[in-house]
């Protein structure tokens, strides 16, 4: 059977692809972001999954307001990345892997989620951000399982349903006869937002909470509805949704292997964190 390591999670903003795609990394705005990669990195060089589950939203590239389904999952055998400019270079193609997706596919139909699949899908910075971030130089030999999930027009789906989409996938990634090694990955937040009266609200007291509970309490954040995360949070820093996905994918206890917060990238409350499964735990 696959073996779940853990979960990954970070921001997306494009402004992130731009400084790798200048080299910015070391520069002052920008080192206490990527420097919280480091340890991450390390983790991963001593795990080395095989298949990335990546749980992310889509900004209007593959699905736009006239067709916005509420969760999608991949099932192609690669994924054409292009974006909306920014200055971020388009990728080639990312590796899918088609068995897995439709394991999870009939996994989550089977279960009363009706999901869209999508056998051709275009991939934007929020899919393709932390796969560079993670895996700078070896990116591209992780196959990758992409799971959107509608954080852009109302009505958005509940944080306890994002839970138990987790959840379901963690089960059919479990349950997937192969011997590859699997990381589940959160793409999004924290808390920002980019329009309106609240433009550049960042909440640092809940962004600590809510990383906190995903190591102690994942289904904390499960107490609020939607709009009184969007209050909390911004109405782009409900992206958190995706992170809850991330860690539900991962069955039972998880260990902190590292985390990092900085404010601000882009008027984002950016975060990283890395999460090691339990029976990961024991065998280290």
């Not at 068995?99 to 009706?114: G, H, K, T």
């Not at 954080?151 to 958005?156: A, D, G, K, W």
């Not at 600590?208 to 190591?215: H, P, V």
């Not at 409900?238 to 996905?245: D, G, K, P, Q, S």
Request: charged share 20%; aromatic share 10%.
């Amino acid at each position: 059977m696959a073996r779940i390591l853990g979960a990954l999670t970070t921001s997306h903003v494009p402004a992130i692809g731009g400084a790798l795609a200048r080299g910015a990394q070391d520069e002052p705005y920008w080192k206490p972001f990527f420097d919280g990669f480091k340890p991450v990195r390390a983790w991963l060089d001593e795990v080395k999954p095989d298949v990335a589950v990546v749980f992310y939203n889509d900004h209007g590239l593959n699905f736009f307001l006239d067709k916005l389904p509420t969760f999608a999952v991949g099932a192609a055998k690669q994924y054409v990345n292009e974006d909306e400019g920014w200055g971020i270079p388009s990728l080639p193609p990312i590796p899918g892997i088609p068995e897995l997706s439709w394991a999870i596919i009939e996994r989550l139909v089977a279960s009363d989620f009706d999901v869209t699949t999508c056998q051709e899908m275009l991939v934007d910075h929020a899919f393709t951000l932390p796969l560079k971030l993670f895996w700078p130089e070896t990116f591209q030999t992780i196959v990758t399982v992409p799971v959107c999930i509608n954080t852009v027009q109302f009505p958005l789906p509940s944080a306890k349903r994002c839970i138990a989409l987790g959840r379901e996938i963690g089960e059919a990634v479990a349950a997937w006869n192969s011997d590859k090694k699997v990381v589940m990955v959160g793409s999004g937040g924290l808390s920002h937002q980019l329009e309106g009266e609240r433009a550049g609200f960042i909440n640092k007291p809940f962004d600590l909470a809510f990383m906190r509970s995903l190591i102690d309490d994942p289904e904390w954040a499960a107490q609020y509805t939607i709009p009184q995360l969007v209050e909390k949070t911004g109405t782009q820093g409900v992206e958190l949704l995706m992170w809850l996905a991330a860690r539900a994918a991962v069955p039972g206890a998880v260990r902190e292997v590292h985390r990092n917060y900085h404010i601000p990238i882009s008027n984002t409350a950016a975060g990283t964190m890395a999460m090691a499964a339990k029976d990961l735990i024991a065998t280290e």
